[in-house]
């Protein structure tokens, strides 16, 4: 997971190098245990899912700011893979846990799996 979560602040989702440099308490400042976010999801593997975090329930936009959903906190039974709750390009609401590097989320409680796909 720690491997993902670093790709994750390196590349943005176009794959490109991303800027790293901004101090994480500055990224992360504007959301908290408990809130309610939109976040795209980046790379989707066995054990997690790498989220965007785009907006928070003000309608904040989040720059630089990623998430990272795990199996145990994503609500699904073992043995269910966690491509069939999101793919890459996927976007969720999800529920932040704890406020870290990268922030632990899970999928919002009342949509679980809704999601809405990207049409490129």
Partial sequence: MRGIAEDCYCRDLHGN????????SRRLQVVKSGDRVLAQAIHVSELS??????CADDGLRLDNTYGVIRYKDAGVSPGTALHTIARSGTY?????LTVSTPCILR??????????SVNR
Avoid: F
């Fill in 17 to 24: 190098n991303s800027e790293t440099s901004k101090p994480v």
């Fill in 49 to 54: 899912i790498a989220l965007r975090v785009l």
């Fill in 92 to 96: 969720l609401v999800c529920e932040v």
């Fill in 107 to 116: 999928p919002w409680p009342e949509t679980p799996h809704q999601v809405a």
